[in-house]
């Protein structure tokens, strides 16, 4: 059976970073001027222009920040991976400060926690697309926009706790299900970067783990 993926330790929030489509790692900037608005979560407010980089780069080397090397992860071992980390979110979330953001620039637990959620949600779509269709194109999820638009900050920490559990396992079971055969089935972005089955899960679960540090869970 294979071994859940060990996280590497030493990440920790306040080094900047970007992407677009479901591409960004780190500690998030704010997205306060995607939506040209600020939001006051605990902090100061403050307006980051996104970045536009593309990181695929981690399926390639090493993660500088987390260590995590995602060429490496075996998807057959991400599910339990996936449930490991669930426990160390809600308890994040739980923190009397997981509504602060612990600087300019930087989101709180809360709207990380909220991204990961969706994260879980959007992948387990993008898992089902490539299994069920021909090299599909998944559409552009703007991720900046989204946190705005849904509001992030001012979610519920103990119901974004519960969301995030219900879909990390939700991934967790589909993921399980999925056939060594079907690893290799292609898919593509919108931006045009390809990924196979293999490839979109290691991807993924770079962002969970590497976010699992930005709020130190």
């Given at each position: 059976m294979p071994r859940p993926v060990a996280p590497p330790s030493g990440a920790?929030?306040?080094y900047p970073a970007a992407m677009t489509d479901d591409a960004r790692t780190g500690p998030r900037p704010t997205t306060d001027e995607v939506a040209e608005t600020t939001q006051r979560t605990g902090a100061a407010e403050t307006s980051v222009e996104p970045d536009t980089k593309d990181w695929t780069w981690v399926l390639e080397r090493a993660c500088p920040d987390c260590g995590l090397v995602a060429a490496d992860v075996d998807p057959a071992a991400v599910p339990a991976t996936v449930r490991a980390l669930t426990p160390r979110w809600q308890a994040?979330?739980?923190r009397p400060d997981a509504r602060t953001r612990p600087a300019r620039g930087v989101w709180s637990t809360l709207e990380y926690g909220?991204?990961?959620r969706d994260v879980h949600r959007i992948f387990a779509e993008r898992l089902r697309l490539v299994l069920e269709q021909d090299d599909p194109v998944f559409a552009n999820w703007d991720q900046d926009a989204t946190a705005v638009q849904e509001r992030y900050g001012a979610q519920d920490p103990a119901v974004v706790a519960d969301e995030l559990a219900t879909?990390?396992?939700a991934f967790a079971?589909?993921?399980a299900a999925v056939p060594v055969d079907a690893l290799d089935r292609p898919?593509?972005?919108s931006n045009g970067s390809v990924f196979t089955v293999r490839t979109l899960v290691q991807y993924y679960l770079h962002d969970v783990v590497h976010h699992t540090h930005d709020v130190r869970a």
């Open positions: 920790v929030a306040g994040a979330l739980a909220a991204h990961v879909a990390a396992e079971d589909q993921l898919a593509r972005r």
